[in-house]
Structures are given as C-alpha cells and as structure tokens.
C-alpha cells in the first residue's frame, strides 16, 4: 500500500535541473523535455553523473557511490542538487545537499525532512546501468538490494520494518561477539533479539514472495520481447523461511551462530537465482543475453511501479545499448518510446547512432551534447 501522501495518479515530470560541484561537474543546469532527454559524449565527460543526480534526488543517495562525502567534488566543500518538477496538479521543487562534515538535507518545496526515508516514493525512478551487472556477478546482497528497492518505493511500513530488522540484527551479531570475547552467555538477551527479529521477518519475507510471484510473469513477458521470443528466463526466490519459522531457525543454528560470530540464518541471507533455460546466466548467458536479461529486469521494475502508482516512473538509461547491437538498440527505443512510458533520459558515446535511432522512432527529444 502506498502512503497517503504519496497517492496520485499522474507523471512526474523533471522539467529543470541545476547541479553545483557534484562529482565532476561544477555547475551545470539544464531545461529537460518532457518525453527523451539523451546525453551524448565521451566516457569521463559528466554524463552517468547527470542522470546520478537524478537518480540522487528521487533517492536522497547517489546510485554509483552511496558513500555521501565521496559525491561532492574534489576541493569543494558542499554539493548542491536541485530539480523542478510538474505534476497534473502542482509544481514540486526538490533540494539535496550536502555540506563537509554535516548531515545530507532533502528539502521538498523548501521543507527538509526528518528522516530522509520518507521522501523515498515521491518520484517512481528506474535506472538501467552498466553497473546492473553486478546483480549476476556479485553475491545475495545486491539482489537483495534490488527487491528491497522495487518494494521500497511503494510501500513505507516494508522500509521502515526492514531498517528495524537491520537495526535488530547488527545489536544480535554484536551481541553473539561479545559472548566470543568474554567467554560467556546470555541466553535471555538473545532471546529477546531472537524475538524481535522473527517479529520483523515474517512481514518481510511474505511481502518478498508476493512480490516475486507477481514480477515474474512481468519480468519473462518483457524478456520475451526484447529476445523475439528466443529463449526462456525465469526468476527464483529462495528463504531460510520457507523451511521454518525464524525463531525455530535461530534455535537450531546457535552454536553456528557462537562459533561465526554472526547470525546464520534470516531474511538477511534471501536471495534470487536468475535463470536462462533453467541454468544460471551467470554460466550460461552471453553478454548480449545477459544484457537483455538486466534490461529486461529493469524494464519490469518499471511496469510493476507504474502499476502500483498508477502512473510511469522516470526512467534512465546509462549506456544501456552498450554491447547490443542496432537492432535491440532500436527495439528497446521503441519500447520506451509508448504512451505507456513517461519522461526518459539516455547516456550514449555513439552519437550518429543514437540520433539515427531517435530520428526513426522518437516523436520528442532533446539532445544534449557535453
């Protein structure tokens, strides 16, 4: 359920953005179209860092380096990012910055937010990036990172009982470190900690299960377009908690547990197996399969936020034709060139390319050169 405050139903519109000493750019602004937006240039010029500061202020955090301070340029001392938004109804101004040594502010129409978590689902954003790699390559954590991200958006209670989850889960892992160093044992403590983590989990590993059974059919449907109906994918959920309740789990782990210094089992450890023909495509896929695998991933993502918001997401694509050739360049355009998306904003180095592409099947861009 999405919250009240964030319950409208029309497009999100970026219509200007001014970015001060954000990673290599000093100051630039821009004046946006409301449908494709493409960023053309070298690699090193600027352009992921255009569509991060985007991404930075649908997020309240860059998606390249979530490592605050990192993200202001070198011998500066504070960034600054700001974007106007129109809406069906209103204008929106949105402000993020940060100073050396102070603490991130998100103001929404010159009003800072308590906690930064409750801006998260004002602006739908998807991106596609280079980086999605890492959702194959890299371990359970960063394909957690992205169920967590999708349900995020929509749903406030999911984020806020999965940061107490993680809260509860740091003082037990600290705890069990505590018995290794001093040689001893409270089983009252732990249990408390045991109590309150399989309170949280349940919630959270029901809403993950629900979600991957209505993704997937999404996710397969936008692979086999994007594929010509060549090959099959699916996406596998798996879950301590589908053996047994998490407080069974941790009894039966403890001297695990004691002996790691850390907690074993839980919602912490869930993960996804991405599929090609019942193999992992880590093994199996090419780079064009595992491209359109991500992009395929992303593009669900999408739909399902368009469904629970009832309205498009902005969407941003960092080089995404990287490794494919004219003809899904060309189909992924035209995909995202419907009614059903709403504004877009492409990173791309090949130039001709790309304006021969939005030429054909564009009916409003812009191009910026940087």
Do not use: W
């Not at 003082?171 to 009252?188: E, G, I, P």
């Not at 912490?268 to 780079?287: E, M, T, V």
């Not at 399969?289 to 629970?308: E, G």
């Amino acid at each position: 359920m999405i919250a009240s405050n964030f319950l409208f139903l029309f497009s999100m519109i970026l219509q200007h953005l001014s970015i001060t000493n954000y990673k290599n750019i000093t100051s630039k602004r821009f004046d946006f179209n409301p449908k494709i937006n493409c960023f053309i240039g070298n690699n090193g010029v600027g352009k992921s860092n255009v569509l991060d500061a985007i991404y930075h202020l649908s997020f309240g955090k860059s998606y390249f380096n979530p490592a605050s301070q990192q993200n202001i340029q070198f011998d500066k001392d504070f960034f600054a990012l700001e974007g106007r938004y129109k809406t069906n109804l209103e204008e929106e101004k949105i402000v993020c910055s940060l100073k050396k040594g102070d603490r991130k502010t998100i103001k929404r129409n010159g009003k800072a937010y308590l906690r930064i978590a409750d801006h998260i689902g004002l602006i739908p954003t998807v991106i596609i990036s280079p980086s999605d790699q890492d959702l194959i390559i890299e371990g359970s954590s960063t394909r957690r990172k992205f169920i967590d991200g999708v349900i995020g958006q929509t749903d406030p209670l999911y984020l806020k009982n999965l940061l107490d989850y993680n809260k509860v889960l740091a003082q037990r892992n600290a705890l069990l470190k505590y018995f290794a160093l001093n040689r001893t044992f409270d089983a009252t403590t732990l249990g408390i900690y045991n109590a309150q983590m399989a309170q949280l989990s349940q919630p959270l590993f029901e809403k993950r299960s629900a979600f991957i059974e209505q993704f997937c059919p999404i996710f397969e449907a936008r692979y086999q377009t994007i594929s010509n109906q060549k090959e099959q994918v699916r996406l596998e959920y798996s879950s301590h908690l589908q053996e047994n309740k998490l407080e069974v789990l941790l009894e039966a782990q403890l001297q695990k547990d004691k002996l790691a210094q850390h907690s074993t089992v839980g919602i912490h450890k869930d993960d996804i197996s991405f599929l090609l023909a019942d193999r992992p495509i880590k093994n199996l896929g090419s780079q064009g399969q595992q491209k359109s695998f991500l992009v395929a991933l992303k593009l669900a993502q999408f739909d399902f936020l368009q469904k629970q918001f009832g309205h498009p997401p902005i969407l941003l694509l960092d080089d995404a034709f990287d490794k494919l050739d004219q003809n899904r360049v060309a189909q992924i355009v035209t995909l995202v060139n419907t009614d059903a998306f709403g504004q877009i904003f492409i990173t791309d180095t090949h130039e001709e390319r790309t304006k021969e592409v939005l030429s054909k099947v564009a009916s409003s861009f812009e191009v910026f050169r940087l």
